[in-house]
């Protein structure tokens, strides 16, 4: 088994999708450099998620929407937890979504962004990073339909409008001899199409293999790590894998920092059938096709899942 690809976005597609594509497939992890996302907005961005994250816990909680799973806004600590763990995650975070014209048909399906009044920049610097994610996005599902033999296009019809969510992350710093090693974010699938994670410089992102271990991503500065969620592995009958990762704390000096992260979880549309490729079965005897459900329908199965529905 090869490792982990590292590839260009910069270059054709055609000559790196089948690189993408295997390493989707062996891991269902990748990471890629050149992806077009300016720096001088990661750093902006950045600068602004540590200054939410700095204001008064009073102040962060006034964003918080009860019953709103989360979708939107902060959501604080001790709020979400892996499926099938049994402690909640060492996180807290701020969820930015699409935002949609009014009378939109999509719009019963996504709530509109809440914006902290305290940083003026925020809204327009996240919708700027927004749209850049999805760009980048765009792009690594094309390669991905030429890794799997479809149209380049195949699935931008797909994503349009889709119900993806940008989230803006923060693991506080641990104390004590037991923050080397300890566990931040319990291991988990995600639940969408593709995530686009940036800031996992720092060590700590682990995949399992299938081999049952535990396996560290290195990621060069700047670069985003690229895995495939569920809703993608379903589509593809597990081609394309969704494979459990956990973020463990870092040994040495960086175990006592906080950790922050900017993930893009990019969602089919919500009225989007995932109904198995059927490219995806040939000469693969035994595996079946899991029935055909709307990406609505199974992100709320899902979300029920983990304590955010």
């Given amino acids: 088994m090869s490792d982990i690809a590292t590839v260009s976005l910069a270059r054709p597609l055609e ?12 891991y269902g992890f990748a990471v890629v450099r050149d992806h077009g996302i300016p720096q001088d907005l990661i750093d902006r961005a950045e600068e602004l998620a540590k200054a939410f994250f700095a204001l008064p816990d009073e102040t962060k909680r006034r964003y918080h929407i009860p019953g709103g799973g989360g979708s939107r806004g902060y959501t604080p600590f001790g709020t979400e937890r892996a499926k099938g763990a049994e402690v909640h995650d060492l996180k807290e975070f701020w969820h ?8 939109h048909p999509l719009g019963e399906f996504m709530k509109a962004n809440v914006w902290p009044e305290e ?6 610097t996240f919708l700027a990073l927004y749209g850049a994610f999805e760009k980048a996005g765009g792009r690594v599902l094309e390669a991905i339909a030429l890794h799997l033999g479809l149209a380049r296009d195949f699935f931008a019809a797909s994503v349009e409008d ?3 969510v940008m989230r803006l992350l923060r693991y506080p710093p641990i104390e004590g001899k037991e923050a080397e090693g300890a566990i931040r974010a319990a291991a988990h699938g995600d639940i969408n199409t593709i995530t686009l994670l940036l800031g996992a410089e720092e060590a700590g992102l682990e995949l399992l293999t299938t081999q049952g271990e535990w396996k560290a991503i290195a990621v060069p500065d700047g670069a985003l790590v690229i895995n495939i969620g569920d809703m993608l592995d379903r589509l593809t009958a597990g081609k394309l894998r969704s494979t459990t990762h956990r973020v463990v704390n870092p040994r040495g000096e960086a175990a006592y920092r906080a950790r922050y992260s900017m993930p893009f979880f990019l969602h089919f549309r919500p009225d989007y059938v995932i109904e198995t490729l059927p490219s995806c079965l040939e000469g693969r005897d035994g595996v079946e096709a899991p029935p055909p459900i709307s990406s609505h329908e199974f992100l709320l199965q899902r979300l029920r899942e983990i304590n955010l529905a």
């Fill in 15 to 26: 000559d790196v999708a089948s690189e993408l594509g295997r390493s989707f497939e062996d």
């Fill in 96 to 103: 930015v979504g699409r935002e949609l014209p009014a009378g």
């Fill in 119 to 124: 940083l003026p920049e925020f809204r327009e």
């Fill in 162 to 164: 889709g119900n993806s």
